[in-house]
Every structure is written in C-alpha cells, then in structure tokens.
C-alpha cells in the first residue's frame, strides 16, 4: 500500500512536467510567445537540447528570435530570424506567433509586421521544435513546410547541408551584435566552398580567403554540396559522390558531444564540440579546426580589410582567433569594438603644407615585425633604412614605411589586413608629427616657450649644482608660472577648457593662424568659417567659425555650450578642437573636413553614388541619435541641413554647428521671427506655438533623407510646378508607386529598389506633420538598416500644407 501510494505521488510529481514537455513539443495554430515575458517558457525539443524563444540584446529593450542549446552553461545560439541578413530584432510586449497563412510571424506591439517566416504551399497546422536543432512548420498532412535549416545565419549543425550556388552562412558584425558581418562561407557555382570578405553596404564580395579544391573542370565531379553528417564530420560531397573533408582527424562521439561548425564575427570558420554532460569541462566549447589556419595572414585580398579592420593589428591567438590591436598613437574607432579598426590620435600629413617643412615635422615610430601588406603603393629596391626614411619624408600622400632585406614599400592610410608576426621579418615605421600632440589633446607649449622655460629650468640647475634646494627652487617656479598663466585668463574660460579637455585660444593666435581671417570655405547662420593652420605642439590644419550676433549677455552661456560640445564624442560629430572667448571676440576651432560640406556634392555635378548617399544618411542619423539620447546633456540641433554636414576623406559625415542654436539671436532666423532653422527644413511646430523637441529635428532630418535619396533641393522652383517641392512630390511618387522618377537615372538605387522604398517611407514618417507620429531617431536608424520592417506611411500633411 505504502509502495503504491509512493508510486502515485511521484507520478502526480512527475505530471507538470510531462504536460510541459507535451505542451512545448507541439506547437499549434494560435500559440504565441511574448518578448520580455520572464513568465513564458520556450518552445523546448523532446531531449530538452534545444529551445526556441526569445533573446534579449545586450540593448535591454530589444528582443530577438532565436534557437539555442537549452542544456550548456553558457548560452549558444544556433539560429536567429532575419529580414534580408539584419537581425528581426523586436520591443518588448511584441508577440512571434504561428498562423496558418503565413507561418511564424513576428509583431510589435502596435500590430505591425517586423518579420514572418512564411510557408512554400499549403496550409500550416503544427510547428515543432526537433532534437536536430531544426525548428519545422507542416500541415495536417505531416508535410514539410518550413524548415529553420533552409534559412541558416552563421552556424551549421548535424544534418544541415549547404547547396552549391544556394544558402550562405553570414558572421554577425560583433559577438553581440546580430546585424550581418563582413564574412561569408558558401559553395560558389565552380564548385569550391570558400570564405571571403564582403562590402556591408551591397554585399559585394571579395576575394576568397579560404578553400576547399574542390572546383573541377568536368562539373559532373565538382562540388555539389557542403554536408554536416550526423557523426559530426564536415565535408564537401562532390558531384561523383566522392566526400572532400573539412574535418581534419576523428571527431569525438557524436552520442555524448554536441557538435556544431560556426562562422565567428572575426572571420574564423570553426567547428566545436561540446559534452552533453555539461559538468565535464565547466561549460567550455572545444576547438576540433578552425579555418583557415591563420586568419591574419590569410586575408590578402587588396579589396576590404582583414579581421580587425583598418589600421588594426592582427597577432593569432591560441585558440586560433585573432587577437586585435592598434599600433601606439592610435586608438579604437569604437572603444567596445577591437575589431572595428583604428584611428590616428594624430593629424597625417597632408600636402597643402609648406614642403620646406615636412623632414622637421615629422618623426618615425618603429614596430617590429608589423606589415600591412595590402596597402602598398610604392616600392624601392634595393634601399637601406635611411634612404627609405628619407623618401616617406619627402612624400606628403606616404604615411607609413616597411623595411625588409633591402626592400622598402610605402603605404599610405588606411591601412589594411595589418598582421604582427616573426614571419614578417621587417620593420614597419609610422610617420607621426614630432612632439606630443594628439587630436583631443589639450593646450601645449609653443616652441619658443618651451625653449625659454628650458633655458630657466638649466640656469637653475646650473647655479645650485645637485642640491636637494634645487628640488624646492623648481617646484616654487612650477608653482609661480601655473599661479601667473592662471591669472591671466578669466577662471570661467580656464574651467571651461579644463572641463572639456579644450585648448583655450587667443584672438591673436587665431588671426596669425587664418593670415587675418583671409581663405573663407563656408558661411553660415553662425558666421564665417575661415582655413587655418594652428601651433599645437606642431602644425595642424583647422576650420575656424567666427561666431557673430550671439545672445546678449551670452558669456556665461557660450562657456556652457561650449563645455557640452567639447565633452561629446562620435565618429558622426565634428570634433571640436579649442575655442576663443576674449573680449568680444567667440571663435570656435574645429577639426578641418577636407571634402566640404554635403551641399558641395548633392547640388552640384560632383555626384555621390547611391551607396555613398545611403552611407551618409545612415551616419547623419546616427549623430543624431547620440545628440539626442546619448550624451550627457541632450541636444536639440534646430538647423539640420546639408550645409551643416561635412564630410571627412572616406565621405563619412560628421554633423556641425550642434549645441549652438542657444547661442544664436531669433532675429537671425533666415525664414521666420522666433524660429531657429534654415528654409524648408523647419519642422511645423515653430509656426504654432507649441513645445520644440527633438522631433523638431526628425522632421528636418526627414527633408534633408528626401535630398539625399534624390540629390536635389527640397525647394527648386527651376522645375515643373508638381515638382517644387520635394516632400509633396516624394510622397506622391510614393503613393503611385512610381518612386524611381525619385532618382532618375540612377541605375544603382533602381537595382536596389528595397532600400529605396525603405529610405523612402522612412523620410515620409519623419516628415509627419503631428510631431507624435515621426518616430525617435533610434527608431528610424532601425529603420533605415532594415533591423524594424517599415510600415507604410500616411500622409504627411493631412489637415494643412506644410510651409516652405
């Protein structure tokens, strides 16, 4: 009795998990999951292996599905749901459900569409998550509709296959980042399963960097398609039915390991196991090949960079991963991405200089076995140390030299698949500006007052021979000199200059510099921007603004401003270098943009491609998202226009004048009294008293997204009536679709219709006239990278012409 009573309540024990199992082997029309509902269990395969549900993001308000392995420690995701190789990443409260029509089927909370993953024919009645790893969606019938497998992202499990010609493993961009990477593993028609590098923005592919030699002229013995068996061997089956193994050696019981074969973000191909008893080896994967064997030295493809980016420095890692770094006086472009490349901290080199000057200004610093060897553009031989020195010196395009056994190449930046290995056997040396000076650095000495202070400090020296009293002597002089510079300059300025890490400029220095304010390269609602060259420890070009008709009584608020300007930093922003307030005298000195302004290139016959264009506008809205969300103190720009873009020597943009619309008199409006902004980009809300936020920028940003998809003014009155004003003709367009009159004869945006129709609805979202419907800047970088499906706008100015 007792035994039977035991018996009972251990089945009554065992109930809630049998119904679990039960309720997530099967999935039926209906059943939904909802992101962010800790609550809900995932959809678990029979074993209990594998789980599919949602991932949060490093970004806590964003989910994604995916599929992992539900038994290990650490969390491995296998599969994730994609629109067009961009992660479907959704908001909390949205809801991935399966339909009979349409499958798997991802919405925000608001109803909308963010992805689905659809059926090939029939009806879908049951989705179930398998032991494979495979999640699969058939009818009544039992019939195979969909399969998690035909879609693979960056990782293939046993079972999976690749077919030639057919699906691509795609990285991700970061270990935490979902969004496609820069490399590919596919079998290519000829036959041969290859790695290779590809251009992000169209995913242009580059040359191969792995490969298996299994191309063939005779195609009946070619390869035919990738297979992940079951035992856990890779290998390419060739057409003949002869298999080409990837998989070098035995490979561990496919009984008691998981098995997995992933392309990692940093390019390596890599297959792994793993014990299903998870407490053998405290959770870790281990390496059975990685591919290629050296993936610093395997990229050698003169199109694209290696695995950790322009400039950067690949070492090889024991576990054959690369270990990324930058060579000295550069730092990371992304401070949370080692792999994303590096940036001078210095000014290069550039040839508007006086020629006479560069052998002085310029020093070398050495790297041991270091060599970018793709970026070469010159070549001496034979030639010792010396002789190659002297040619980078006299070379204003040269930026960095490499010496080996009488060889010398100069290369130029950016740098690319840079490696540091003893098989390099060479030199590399960087040709960097003598003394101290970096991009973000403060003030420093003149020559000449170094040299003074030198020429006291020996004197001292001298006079008191070694005594500890000249220990005491110097520090009072050190104390003194800082006591007298500070009391020169008013505190605020002083503070303002500590604060920003800023160099606090004299009017002088800054007339000398510009040779009296002389060579103009823009004009603005600020004032003038003036060309100059300024003494920071060495010669640096600069662009000088010359602000007039600031705000009465504005010093305490230029200091402000100023103060939160030099305390923001983005690759999207303008940096700003120094400022000057004397007097009357406000002048801010900014990094020089040597390609201009936006305008010079969207209104003029010195086009963009549409590439380039698309790139732009995706980094404007990046500025702005961190203007608006991410810096310390929020800023709304008010004048977002194309003359207020600048764009650097790889044509990213860089957004100016941000911080300053404080500062500017309401009688300086160029349109409207009262209304800050440039005509045609001021949003609604300035005519109607009401509240400006940062919508007020969206809307602008919407204007100026118009102009770059169509490269032409939002107010052109040298075109037919329909046509004058861009917005209300874009949104006609759209509504007929007939959105390629936009872009005309633009074979490039023609051939990429889905973007265009993106970036298209995007621009007309935000120029709504009701400052509620235009989404966050947040919300429209997802957008435009195509992470949120774009639902169809409605009209923008429903109840009232927009002024223009």
């Not at 308000?61 to 491995?76: G, V």
């Not at 600048?646 to 941000?658: G, Q």
């Not at 005309?744 to 621009?763: C, H, S």
Request: proline content about 5%.
């Amino acid at each position: 009795m007792a035994s039977s009573l035991a018996c009972l309540l251990f089945s009554l024990f065992l109930l809630p998990y049998s119904l679990l199992a039960q309720s997530t082997d099967n999935v039926v029309v209906g059943r939904s999951l909802t992101a962010g509902d800790n609550g809900a269990q995932p959809w678990i395969s029979p074993s209990g292996d594998f789980a599919f549900g949602f991932h949060q993001l490093e970004k806590k308000d964003l989910y994604l599905p995916a599929i992992w392995y539900n038994k290990i420690p650490t969390k491995t995701i296998v599969w994730y749901a994609t629109t067009e190789y961009e992660p479907a990443v959704a908001p909390p409260r949205s809801k991935l459900e399966l339909t009979a029509d349409r499958g798997l089927v991802l919405t925000s909370p608001q109803g909308a569409e963010i992805w689905k993953s659809g059926i090939n024919l029939g009806e879908a009645a049951n989705g179930f998550m398998n032991d494979t790893g495979n999640f699969i969606l058939s009818n009544s019938g039992s019939e195979i509709l969909w399969e998690s497998f035909d879609y693979p992202t960056d990782t293939l499990l046993p079972g999976q296959t690749l077919e030639r010609g057919g699906q691509i493993l795609s990285s991700r961009l970061t270990e935490t980042n979902f969004s496609r990477g820069r490399f590919q593993f596919r079998l290519i028609p000829d036959g041969n399963a290859v790695l290779n590098t590809n251009n992000l923005p169209t995913g242009y592919t580059y040359e191969a960097y792995f490969w298996s030699n299994t191309v063939d002229s005779n195609i009946s013995n070619a390869g035919l398609r990738v297979e992940f068996n079951d035992s856990g061997y890779l290998y390419v089956l060739r057409a003949s039915g002869k298999r080409v193994l990837l998989t070098q050696g035995r490979v561990v019981s496919a009984a008691e390991n998981y098995h997995r074969v992933t392309l990692n973000f940093d390019g390596v191909f890599v297959q792994y196991s793993h014990p299903k008893d998870s407490t053998g080896n405290g959770g870790d994967w281990s390496v059975i090949r990685a591919m290629p064997d050296n993936i610093c030295t395997g990229i050698n493809g003169k199109e694209g960079t290696g695995p950790c980016g322009f400039n950067g420095v690949c070492q090889l890692g024991t576990d054959q991963r690369p270990i990324c770094s930058c060579p000295e006086r550069f730092s990371l472009i992304d401070p949370n991405d080692a792999h994303g490349g590096c940036r001078p901290d210095f000014y290069s080199q550039f040839c508007e200089e006086d020629v006479s000057n560069f052998p002085e200004d310029f020093d070398y610093l050495e790297l041991e076995n270091t060599d970018w060897p793709t970026s070469d553009y010159e070549r001496y031989t034979p030639y010792n140390v010396e002789e190659c020195r002297k040619a980078c010196s006299e070379d204003c395009f040269c930026n960095v030299i490499v010496f080996r056994e009488g060889n010398c190449w100069k290369k130029k930046l950016p740098l690319s698949n840079g490696r540091r290995d003893g098989d390099v056997n060479g030199k590399a040396f960087i040709k960097i500006r003598k003394g101290n000076y970096t991009i973000r650095g403060g003030p420093s000495l003149s020559p000449n007052e170094k040299k003074n202070k030198d020429s006291l400090v020996l004197m001292f020296s001298v006079l008191l021979g070694s005594s500890v009293l000249i220990n005491i002597v110097l520090s009072f002089y050190h104390l003194f000199l800082v006591h007298l510079k500070k009391s020169k300059r008013i505190p605020q300025v002083a503070e303002t200059a500590a604060e920003s890490n800023l160099r606090c400029f004299t009017y002088k220095e800054l007339f000398m510099a510009t040779n009296g304010f002389k060579e103009v390269v823009g004009r603005g609602a600020f004032g003038v921007v003036y060309k100059g060259i300024v003494e920071m420890g060495t010669k640096v070009p600069v662009a000088i603004k010359k602000l007039d008709k600031i705000v009465e009584e504005g010093e305490k608020e230029f200091k402000t401003e100023v103060k939160v300007i030099g305390q923001t930093h983005h690759k999207n922003l303008v940096q700003l270098v120094g400022f000057c307030d004397e007097g009357q005298h406000r002048l801010l000195v900014y990094e020089f943009m040597i390609n201009g302004t936006l305008a010079n290139f969207l209104f003029t016959k010195a086009k963009l491609n549409w590439n380039q264009r698309t790139h732009i506008a995706c980094g404007i809205a990046r500025g702005l998202v961190y203007l608006h969300e991410e810096c310390s103190t929020q800023i709304i720009h008010c004048d977002i226009k194309p003359q207020n873009i600048l764009l650097d020597d790889y044509y990213n943009a860089k957004i100016s004048d941000f911080g300053l619309a404080k500062l500017l008199l309401l009688e300086q409006s160029q349109t409207f009294t009262a209304i800050r902004g440039t005509k045609g980009y001021v949003a609604p809300e300035w005519f109607r008293n009401m509240a400006v936020t940062v919508k007020a920028d969206v809307y602008s940003f919407g204007v100026l997204l118009l102009e770059i998809i169509c490269g032409r003014k939002c107010v052109d009155t040298e075109v037919s009536v329909e046509r004058e004003l861009l917005m209300d003709w874009a949104y006609d367009c759209y509504q007929e679709g007939t959105i390629t009159d936009l872009v005309e004869d633009d074979e490039e945006a023609m051939t990429d219709m889905k973007k265009l129709e993106r970036f298209v609805m995007v621009a007309i979202w935000c120029i709504q006239e009701d400052p509620a419907l235009r989404p966050t800047m947040k919300m429209a970088v997802l957008m435009l990278e195509g992470i949120v499906q774009v639902t169809p706008p409605p009209c923008p100015c429903p109840f009232s012409t927009v002024v223009s």
